[in-house]
């Protein structure tokens, strides 16, 4: 997540660089080409218009889509936030006095499956964009966690040797955590250290991790659909190689009768370059939102979400030796 007042200017013109450089070639090769008398490339600029019309249609729509993705995943990771604290503080009323290494035991437990939900929402994809030159040179300026360390690494801060080794034989990890939570929590309610109202209690809780686990792999492995995403970039690049034909006569013309007749045509180029690029822009954007936990400079902070649950969580338990929070770094935090 991009935690600065705004992405700046340059770094959206590097972002794009790319882009811009293929744009001036196919705006120039028909500005040139009519210079060089080939009048008929020309063509009427209102179909393109037209064409425009649609294509600004359904870019909108495709952001929008991709806004919807992004703001429902930060509300799916909203909520494991609230059930988290409440998870712990109901959890540590009810049983600490009883069996205070199991109260231990569970909030370890459930760190660790913040943990393995992560990892597994940073699996990449195919239909992701984190291995395309433009988004994988600006994740250079930060750090992906999921990255840098292996899930066996990072479980081992919470789990036992044994339940570690079982969890990492299980191919959804987070979902095993939390049934290994569901039969801790039946077995203290068999030992009576649990009454009715306080078992079933903590036991929504579980059922409401599995809830929110469900719906951001649901986000995660449903991927925009492709129909949709696949004509918005066929329309979209008939747009971009049709305007410059499009604005060719137009511009030629608009020097007629002044000091800079015939030079004109030359504004082709940047007039050219300045509707295409809005319109691919807009459309890298929408790209850029449309998987919220791939890593990118626009996702879900899963991360730090993880982390200030963990913090908040030990200091329920009067903790002193707590891990530092997360901070951005070149202004994205993930």
Not at 22 to 40: D, R
Not at 139 to 162: F, G, N, Q, T
Not at 214 to 224: D, L, S, V
Request: include cysteine; glycine fraction near 6%.
């Amino acid at each position: 997540m991009h935690s600065g007042k705004r992405f700046g200017a340059r770094e959206f013109i590097i972002w794009t660089r790319r882009s811009i450089y293929a744009l001036v070639v196919l705006s120039a090769i028909p500005t040139v080409l009519y210079f060089l008398g080939w009048k008929f490339l020309s063509v009427p600029w209102q179909p393109i218009a037209i064409m425009g019309t649609a294509v600004a249609f359904i870019v909108g729509f495709k952001n929008n889509a991709s806004y919807s993705r992004l703001w429902e995943a930060r509300q799916i990771y909203g909520a494991i936030i609230n059930d988290s604290r409440s998870f712990g503080y109901i959890l540590r009323d009810a049983l600490l006095s009883k069996d205070p290494g199991k109260v231990k035991e569970m909030f370890l437990r459930h760190y660790a499956w913040l943990t393995a939900l992560r990892f597994q929402l940073r699996e990449p994809r195919a239909w992701e964009n984190m291995g395309t030159d433009q988004f994988d040179e600006y994740a250079r300026k930060y750090d992906i966690p999921e990255r840098l360390s292996k899930l066996d690494e990072e479980l081992k801060k919470y789990l036992s040797e044994p339940e570690l080794q079982y969890i990492l034989s299980k191919k959804n990890r987070a979902t095993q955590l939390m049934a290994k939570q569901s039969k801790a929590l039946s077995e203290a309610y068999e030992k009576g250290e649990l009454n009715d109202f306080q078992w079933t209690q903590i036991n929504q809780q579980l059922i409401k991790f599995t809830d929110d686990q469900g719906k951001a792999e649901r986000i995660k492995n449903f991927p925009y659909p492709r129909n949709f995403s696949s004509i918005t970039t066929y329309l979209l690049l008939l747009f971009i190689v049709f305007v410059p034909f499009g604005l060719l006569k137009e511009l030629d013309k608009l020097g007629d009768g002044t000091m800079v007749e015939g030079w004109t045509l030359w504004f082709n180029i940047p007039f050219s370059l300045l509707v295409t690029w809005c319109f691919h822009t807009l459309d890298s954007v929408g790209e850029a939102s449309v998987n919220p936990f791939e890593g990118s400079p626009n996702d879900v902070p899963i991360t730090q979400i993880s982390r200030t649950i963990e913090i908040d969580m030990r200091d329920m338990l009067d903790e002193s030796d707590l891990p530092p929070a997360i901070t951005p770094k070149n202004n994205i935090v993930l």
